[in-house]
């Protein structure tokens, strides 16, 4: 896809999903200009050209995690036509509302799901077959590489939106990277302008197979971090 046709599409999104916002609370953005800036451009960030992590052309499969209101799952479908892509949240108000979206842009590569992450992370369908798998403002680095690990292949990366102050949140996450054998992989930072200031994606990349047991069950990765 073209870089104007990209626009018009996100500035698509936009629109509808401004709408969608209106009838059920998705997001706190509810200005175009809020919303473009917050939801939007975040989310594309992670195709920044001086991004070096990853290589999002090359990318096959994606799953978001805690979709809610869809972001970074919506622009990114749209961005990487080639991929598809997976968006998870446990409210199936939020689900539905984006399946909406994603029906009135006629968006292809979009699969939703309303379920637990534990639950779906140790089904066949969708355990260790993702390359790329994305989470935005869910959980400390800790809970999130439990969440996300088991669903990515060996060599497959998480890519988490944080704030630029990680650094007690990766110290945390040692052992979760050690116990689940995956890597911190580096973060790339980025600049919204203004009054949002920069921001943050930390990348981890998956080593070896997750074993059997994780991620444990329903509630306990949040209750009882690794």
Not at 173 to 185: D, E, G, I, P, T
Request: glycine share 6%.
């Amino acid at each position: 896809m073209s870089d104007v046709s990209l626009d018009l599409r996100l500035k698509e999104l936009l629109e509808v999903f401004l709408f969608e916002n209106s009838r059920l609370n998705l997001s706190a953005f509810r200005t175009n200009e809020l919303c473009w800036t917050g939801n939007i451009l975040d989310s594309v960030s992670i195709l920044d050209p001086k991004q070096i992590f990853v290589d999002c052309s090359k990318v096959r499969s994606i799953v978001d995690l805690g979709t809610g209101g869809g972001f970074p799952l919506l622009p990114l479908a749209l961005a990487l036509p080639q991929a598809h892509c997976l968006g998870i949240d446990s409210t199936t108000k939020k689900i539905e509302a984006v399946g909406r979206i994603v029906t009135t842009m006629k968006i292809p590569n979009i699969e939703l799901k309303s379920d637990r992450i534990e639950v779906l992370a140790h089904q066949d369908r969708y355990r260790e077959k993702a390359d790329l798998v994305t989470a935005r403002a869910l959980a400390p680095l800790n809970v999130l590489l439990e969440y996300a690990v088991p669903l990515l292949k060996v060599g497959g990366l998480c890519a988490f939106w944080k704030s630029t102050k990680v650094a007690d949140e990766l110290a945390m996450s040692s052992n979760a990277q050690k116990v689940l054998s995956c890597r911190f992989f580096g973060t790339f930072e980025y600049d919204l302008g203004g009054a949002w200031g920069k921001r943050t994606i930390v990348f981890f990349r998956k080593d070896a197979a997750t074993p059997i047991d994780y991620p444990r069950k329903t509630g306990t990765p949040k209750s009882e971090p690794l």
